[in-house]
Antibody
Framework: QVQLQASGPGLVKPSETLSLSCTVS????????WSWIRQPPGRGLEWVGY???????KYNPSLKSRLTISVDTSKNQFSLNLNSVTAADTAVYYC????????????WGQGTLVTVSS | SFVLTQPPSVSVAPGETARISCGGN??????VHWYQQRPGQAPVVIIY???GRPSGIPERFSGSNSGNTATLTISRVEAGDEADYYC???????????FGGGTRLTVL
């Protein structure tokens, strides 16, 4: 059974960098596409970006200038770094697997709430 | 840019049929996926590639996609179907993954 576990600080100060990791178990990360999706409190889902195991990435254009997604195949893990955060980046961040790069997202992590506040 | 439009809410009595629409310009030419999200939980894919159903998803859930509207149909609605439902497409022109705004299904 594939499982994804997101981890990282729950509180980040404005203008700083939000860093999260997602550890994948039950499936080698060196296949498929691996995405980050976020959901502000009480609102809908927003795709953040994905990385292919080869390192190729695709980002949401609205976040592209602040976003880096990377992969560490030796740890079966992929990561998100979002810099210059503001309160608008407060959200539950999910990591998810996408078999083909066009959806669907068939496995999701449980989500981790990140609050941007001083 | 491509936009997916869902009604904010749909209400239906138990045993009835719920239909949740997902509108977009020529969305019928794209593959649409549907997710169910219960409060406090991660979304779960319930329909993929317009009408496919993952294992474990009841046959009461079905999908269609034509023209400018994709539709999720839930037959014989149960109290446990109360949740938020999201459609999603792959928009190759801009955002590779795009979600609709979501629809809250209320079972009366």
């Amino acid at each position: 059974q594939v499982q994804l576990q997101a981890s990282g600080p729950g509180l980040v100060k404005p203008s700083e960098t939000l860093s999260l990791s997602c550890t994948v178990s039950g499936d080698p990360i060196n296949s498929y596409y691996w995405s980050w999706i976020r959901q502000p409190p009480g609102r809908g889902l927003e795709w953040v970006g994905y990385i292919y195991y080869s390192g190729a990435t695709k980002y949401n254009p609205s976040l592209k200038s602040r976003l880096t997604i990377s992969v560490d195949t030796s740890k079966n893990q992929f990561s998100l770094n979002l810099n210059s955060v503001t309160a608008a980046d407060t959200a539950v961040y999910y990591c998810a697997r996408d078999r083909e790069g066009g959806g669907p997202f068939d496995y999701w992590g449980q989500g981790t709430l990140v609050t941007v506040s001083s | 840019s491509f936009v997916l439009t869902q009604p904010p809410s749909v209400s239906v009595a138990p045993g009835e049929t719920a239909r949740i629409s997902c509108g977009g310009n020529n969305v019928g030419s794209r593959s649409v996926h549907w997710y169910q999200q219960r409060p406090g939980q991660a979304p779960v894919v319930i329909i993929y590639y317009n009408s496919g159903r993952p294992s474990g998803i009841p046959e009461r859930f079905s999908g269609s996609n034509s023209g400018n509207t994709a539709t999720l149909t839930i037959s014989r609605v149960e109290a446990g179907d109360e949740a938020d439902y999201y459609c999603q497409v792959w928009d190759t022109s801009r955002d590779p993954q795009l979600f609709g705004g979501g629809t809250r299904l209320t079972v009366l």
